[in-house]
Nanobody
Framework: QVQFVESGGGLEQPGGSLRLSCAAS????????TGWYRQAPGKQRDLVAK???????YVADSVKGRFTISRDNAKDTVNLQMNNLKPEDTAVYYC?????????WGQGTQVTVSS
């Protein structure tokens, strides 16, 4: 069983920035493809970005040019730098492996973009 812990969310104004961090029990993120997902109220959970074992990244078109995913091997975390935030980025953000394993979802971290 793996426990994912997300942090770094909060309330930010449009155009602002936030940095999310994902940690997991067992120090295993460096050996797995890990993704950041988000779920807005009333919508399905979607993949936002992912990074594989070779640090090859994918970023969804909706956030391309604004969000960057990276890995910190020293801390065994996967981070999501979010710049130029928009109200439509408001959601609960989760991390999980890619493909996601249903039993591994954590509590997520709320990101709210509002003036």
């Amino acid at each position: 069983q793996v426990q994912f812990v997300e942090s770094g969310g909060g309330l930010e104004q449009p155009g602002g920035s936030l940095r999310l961090s994902c940690a997991a029990s067992g120090s295993i993120l460096s050996t797995h493809t890990t993704g950041w997902y988000r779920q807005a109220p009333g919508k399905q959970r979607d993949l936002v970005a992912k990074i594989d074992r070779g640090d090859i990244t994918y970023v969804a078109d909706s956030v391309k040019g604004r969000f960057t995913i990276s890995r910190d091997n020293a801390k065994d975390t996967v981070n999501l730098q979010m710049n130029n935030l928009k109200p439509e980025d408001t959601a609960v953000y989760y991390c999980n492996f890619f493909p996601a394993i249903s039993g591994y979802w954590g509590q997520g971290t709320q990101v709210t973009v509002s003036s």
